[in-house]
């Protein structure tokens, strides 16, 4: 368990340490929370850009190149970062040594360009703390069994740092963005948006899920699973560590540490959706595996799902997958045309998927309602509806984004936080 000397992760992305002057204030600020009396940890992005040079030096090179040779050059930006970040504290007279991932090692296992963490051994990292030492992680990446470097697929520095934070048993992990915490929805379309000083782990994770960019979906999961306090602040802003008791940023806990739950904490959107009709199929059973399996097997990823069928003994399939994933989804389904019988195809990628996410849904009634009525009385139609415990979703035509959002901000009560 963490002792009297608070255990701090500090990770900081890709626009953080995006060049050396930039890196020279992140190393300010490590020794500040180190001057402060912490032990601290930190785990680095590459520099904002360096990873899309290097995906795009392997893709001009050959489209179909070996992932195990991909991550050994995507792995070197954090690499990179970490060794400049380590001689940026030592000229501050801050002892600090930079780690790759096989060094610590965080182990994977063999998904080459998303690998999933199994383990990682802290001791060594300890051992360096305990010398007063900070060490430098070079995060989204890990070794996997046969010995060779993995990376763990965007966004995952902020996994590599929640699992580091579990495996030291830090107090916090603290995630510096270029923005300064949670906020309610995005405050570039709604003025009123309001930080929030707390959100739970489920609820961050919704919203991560549905189109929230502050964190990585899976950090978020790991967090929750490993019950690691998360912070979201600035790393453009200097303040004090703490105002009248709080921490400068948003944080991510568990649901008994937020007293008062609110019907709705936050609103997100996702402008990546697309939008896939199946129409006129036989009505029988069996027909939705019909779909859905290929699609699986093609590693499509399928959300909000809608069935209607008609009166002339036909159904029609409509579902949603990210833009990305869209050529992909038209080619298995026309390879599956002839055995699922539909007589048309339709997609739609001018679309967003609108979210409202909140504890409060669990003991509140009306949440759909007050989404439906708001949105009707702006003419706003919708398209489909999916939902689940703490979360109502819904797919509009584009064009309303904006005007939706600020919408229900309003309507539940959020510009008032």
């Known amino acids: ?102 060094q610590v090692p965080i182990r994977t296992d063999s998904a080459h360009g998303k690998a999933s963490l199994d383990t990682i051994d802290g001791e060594r990292l300890l051992g360096s703390m305990a010398e007063g030492m900070v060490p430098v992680v070079a995060g989204f990446q890990g070794v996997g069994p046969d010995g060779r470097v993995t990376t763990l697929g965007r966004g995952g520095s902020d996994t590599s740092a929640v699992a580091l934070a579990a495996a030291i048993k830090a107090d916090r992990c603290d995630i510096y963005t270029d923005v300064d915490g949670i906020y309610t929805t ?42 690691v306090r998360v912070q979201v602040l600035s790393s453009f802003v200097d303040g004090p560590a703490m105002v009248e008791g709080k921490l400068p940023g948003s944080l991510v806990v568990d649901e008994d540490e937020i007293v008062e739950k609110k019907l709705v904490t936050g609103i997100a959107y996702s402008r990546d959706e697309a939008k896939l009709s199946v129409r006129r199929i036989p009505d029988r059973p069996g027909i939705a595996a019909a779909i859905f399996g290929p699609l699986s097997e093609a590693n499509v990823n399928v959300d909000m799902i809608v069935q209607s069928t008609g009166a002339d003994g036909t159904t029609n399939m409509t579902f949603t997958t990210s833009k990305t994933d869209l050529p992909r989804a038209i080619s298995t389904l026309e390879s599956v045309r002839d055995a699922v019988q539909y007589e048309e195809l339709a997609t739609d990628d001018d679309v967003v998927k609108i979210s409202v996410v909140g504890t409060g ?57």
């Open 1 to 102: 368990m963490p002792g009297s000397v608070p255990r701090i992760v500090m990770k900081f992305g890709g626009t953080s340490v995006g060049d050396l002057e930039r890196i020279k204030a992140v190393a300010e600020r490590v020794k500040k929370q180190k001057e402060a009396g912490c032990d601290v940890l930190v785990v680095v992005s590459a520099m904002a850009g360096e990873t899309n040079k290097l995906v795009g030096y392997c893709q001009n090179l050959s489209d179909l190149h070996d992932a195990r040779e991909y991550d050994s050059i995507v792995a070197t930006g954090e690499q990179v970062t970490s060794g400049l970040l380590a001689i940026a504290l030592q000229k501050l007279g801050v002892p600090s040594r930079s780690f790759a991932g096989w």
């Open 361 to 417: 849904m669990r003991s509140h009634a009306g949440v759909a309602a007050t989404m439906f009525r708001t949105l009707s009385e702006r003419s706003i139609n919708i398209q489909v509806i999916s939902t689940s415990e703490i979360k109502v979703s819904v797919l509009l035509s584009a064009e309303y984004a904006e005007l939706a959002v600020r919408a229900l901000h309003t309507a539940y009560g959020l510009d008032n936080v």
């Open 186 to 227: 995005d405050p570039r379309i709604v003025a009123k948006a309001r930080k929030l000083e707390k959100i739970t782990y489920e609820e961050m994770l919704e919203l991560a899920s549905v189109g929230a960019k502050v964190l990585q979906t899976r950090s978020v999961g790991l967090a929750m699973r490993e019950q």
